[in-house]
């Protein structure tokens, strides 16, 4: 059985610090590209940020570069989110999921998705 488990949303003041954790067990981990999808109320749901776990790149959407970085340890089948200087445009339920490299999809990142987890809510006041 396939498993996306995230963790580690929460409630913290603009310029604050969180982790995100992806979980991941069924599939072959280190053939999957991890993401990082966000959705608020009433929009569309956007990528966030990927890594592709056969060479390791990397990918951001624009508005978080510098501020977000995402990670893999193949050891624990569990990939990260690193946000640093949040902003309260970034609340939103954080989802990960897990597909195959594909050149940049609607979504706004170069996966298509096969999986999804559950999502973790991060909220950042001001």
Excluded: H
Aim: charge should be neutral; glycine fraction near 12%.
């Amino acid at each position: 059985e396939v498993r996306l488990v995230e963790s580690g949303g929460g409630l913290v003041q603009a310029g604050g610090s969180l982790r995100l954790s992806c979980a991941a067990s069924g599939f072959t981990f280190d053939d999957y590209t991890i993401a990082w999808f966000r959705q608020s109320p009433g929009k569309v749901r956007e990528g966030v940020s990927s890594i592709n776990n056969r060479d390791g790149s990397t990918y951001y959407r624009e508005s978080v570069k510098g501020r977000f970085t995402i990670s893999s340890d193949n050891a624990k089948n569990t990939v990260y989110l690193q946000m640093n200087s949040l902003k309260p445009e970034d609340t939103a339920v954080y989802y990960c999921a897990a597909g195959v490299e594909a050149p940049i999809q609607s979504g706004g990142l170069p996966m298509v998705s096969d999986y999804w987890g559950q999502g973790t809510q991060v909220v950042v006041s001001s």
